[in-house]
């Protein structure tokens, strides 16, 4: 059973940064990718940030030039590092990992942008 545990979150005022960690269960190169939604209430999950097996890197339009996705191979994590966060990134932040049609996710973590 695959595991993923956020780390993270919180509250930041706007233009703050915050990092946030996943670490997995299982080695992250078993992944054909891994990285980041988000979920506001009464919305649908949207994708913040992804990275693939081979390391290509993708971005939502909101997030571009704000935030980065990296990863360790040996501490097993995918971090997303948040900067010049905005009142529209909160969110509850969810790590995602997906291997052929299988997706696994987190719990999720919060983050809050508010003054």
């Known amino acids: 059973q695959v595991q993923l545990v956020e780390s993270g979150g919180g509250l930041v005022q706007p233009g703050g940064s915050l990092r946030l960690s996943c670490r997995s269960s299982e080695n992250i190169f078993f992944f054909n990718y891994m990285g980041w939604y988000r979920q506001t209430p009464g919305k649908e999950r949207e994708l913040v940030a992804t990275i693939n097996v081979g390391g290509v890197i993708n971005y939502s339009d909101s997030v571009q030039g704000r935030f980065s996705i990296s990863r360790d191979g040996a501490k097993k994590t995918v971090d997303l590092q948040m900067n010049n966060l905005k009142a529209e990134d909160t969110a509850v932040y969810y790590c995602?990992?997906?291997?052929?049609?299988?997706?696994?996710w987190g719990q999720g973590t919060q983050v809050t942008v508010s003054s």
């Open positions: 995602y990992a997906r291997v052929a049609s299988r997706t696994h």
